[in-house]
């Protein structure tokens, strides 16, 4: 079975620039996550889909950060404009449906440098 | 209440050795406890998990001790390999709702052989 892919793996850009992150999950999971993993911190939950609507977006900012999950499968997330703490590395995981376990599992992350 | 807060942040162990990761919640409706392992390049991938109906799982080398009255828990890694250097990170989260996973800051594991 394939994995959580995402793309790029890596992107430098200049404050106040933009920039897109990718994400494919494993094929039936209903649920998708994003990351935010700063170097030398544990990852935090930035938005959760459940098929194509937002379940938790409690810690998205939402004045600079946008993410969509339109047909329930692939997901974009957007960083405009971007900040130097922006710094990170951003991380997609999928979840199947229908378990009691929170078996999440993640892509490889797309690191972001800005500078 | 949402942080799970882990030690130590780095830990040098000897081939052979027994590796002790500690982790301590707050919130009381945390009823799933995982491990993840993530090694440099590459996102977490859970190595075990525990809930709170027992005090301990055992999965190969690899074991979680749970006190609920202390709102603690622990991996033990047994017969710590070179291959065992990775950073690993506890989280918790509720089986209801929207099962979000706080994570961890992290413990950074360097086997020496």
């Known amino acids: 079975e394939a994995g959580v892919a995402q793309s790029p793996r890596y992107k430098i850009i200049e404050k106040r620039q933009s920039v897109a992150f990718w994400c494919n999950p494993i094929?039936?999971?209903?649920?998708l996550y994003w990351y935010q993993q700063i170097l030398g911190q544990g990852p935090k939950l930035l938005i959760q889909f459940q098929n194509n609507g937002v379940v938790d977006d409690s810690q998205l900012p939402k004045d600079r950060f946008s993410a969509e999950r339109l047909k329930g499968v692939d997901s974009t997330l957007k960083i405009q404009p971007a900040k130097l703490e922006d710094s990170a590395v951003y991380l997609c995981?999928?979840?199947?449906?229908?378990?009691?376990?929170?078996?999440?599992?993640f892509g490889a992350g797309t690191r972001l440098s800005v500078l | 209440q949402q942080q799970v807060k882990q030690s130590p942040q780095s830990l040098i162990v000897q081939k052979g050795g027994i590796s002790i990761i500690n982790c301590a919640y707050e919130n009381t409706a945390f009823d799933y406890f995982p491990w993840y392992q993530q090694f440099p390049g590459k996102g977490p991938a859970l190595l075990i998990a525990i809930r709170p109906d027992v005090s301990e799982k055992k999965e190969g080398r690899f074991t979680i001790s749970f006190n609920k009255s202390a709102k603690q828990f622990s991996l033990h890694i047994m017969d710590s390999q070179p291959g065992d250097s990775a950073t690993y990170f506890c989280a918790a989260s509720g089986i209801q709702g929207a099962q979000k996973l706080v994570f961890g800051q992290g413990t950074r594991l360097t086997i020496n052989p």
């Open positions: 094929s039936g999971h209903a649920t």
């Open positions: 995981a999928s979840r199947k449906p229908g378990t009691y376990k929170n078996i999440q599992y």
